[in-house]
């Protein structure tokens, strides 16, 4: 298969959400170094100038990284030699569901798609669930939350924001949300006190207490967000917090001390990756 | 940046991608970062900025040239802090190859 073929085949995969990665030989010899294979869950294809047995191999020495879409270079041997490849996993984008499409929605919207998320807006009223207002979103669905979240597929990278205009809505879609098999990586749901008092009332008829411990209600970090892109700030990063496992915390907190002392031990990366 | 790479393969356009494959240390861009340089030194994307970037472009344009892949090491551990402001300290091994 020729390289932008191959390329067409990564691109259709991240597109449709499956499962994809990407082998290249990276210090494998004048022959194979800067070629391809790409790994899908059942098959795998080989760049041209790369033979079925040579494929098969490198498939079947990467998948404990492709299950687990890890992207990393490896050391493979072939034919009693050391080839250097790199796997580079494309796991699927992460799905943020926003449900209410009120003024939060606006910037949550176009903040989750400048942090890479797949963006669904959800409400019931047609003037607000449209196209218009939300152009950056990959999907407007105009539909009751509660049969949204009936039927939408829950999983690890799916992270669902309860941004609606009444407590009726929140407890309509939590009841759904909560008795369903599978679980979101994350809820979050705005609101006073008072009104998730209010939602939580309501759903201690049906559940018990401890199915809703992992709602992050109210929603966001506290930096004091007033406007709807300060709490579109504040949200994200909750949820970055909550995706890399961090606490949330300033960075500085962590390392001020070793500032003092120039920075000699224990900083181990730069503040700003992961 | 995968439909940025395809559409240079389509189009034939001399250009080089490098891809960050390995770090170690403190390095400002993770694993499978990357950057298309074309042949008159346009940027899309980064790796991370600052001297190390400017290496792997340097050599970006020679693997235009010899059409021949190379992996280069890129070590921000020499100085702590670099005129431009780089104060990573680690580093990272990229691939650079000729997309044609």
Redesign the interface.
Known sequence: MK??AL??K??EA?LNRTAVSLV?F??AG?DL??KRILLLPETAYGEKGVSDDLTNATAAFCAPSFLQQH???LDFYWQNKRH?I?H?A?PPSPHLIIAGAGHVGEPVAQMGKMLGFSVTVVDDRPSFANKERFSCADEVCCQSFHSYFQNVPLQSFTYILLLTRGHQFDVLSLQQLLSRKDRPAYIGMIGSRRRIAGVFEQLRIDFPKESFTHIHTPVGLDIGAETPAEIAVSIFAEILAVRNKKSGEPLSSHIRELAKKG?RKG????GN?? | MITMIHTFLQIKKPAALATIVSTKGSTPRKKGSKMIITSTGALIGTIGGGCGEGEVIDKALEVIKTGQPVTHKVDLTSGLLYEDGGICGGIMTVFIEPLL
């Open positions: 390289k932008e390329y067409h990564l691109s991240i290249t990276t210090e004048p170094t800067g992207t990393t270079s250097t790199f580079e494309f920075f900083t181990k990366r730069c990756t992961k």
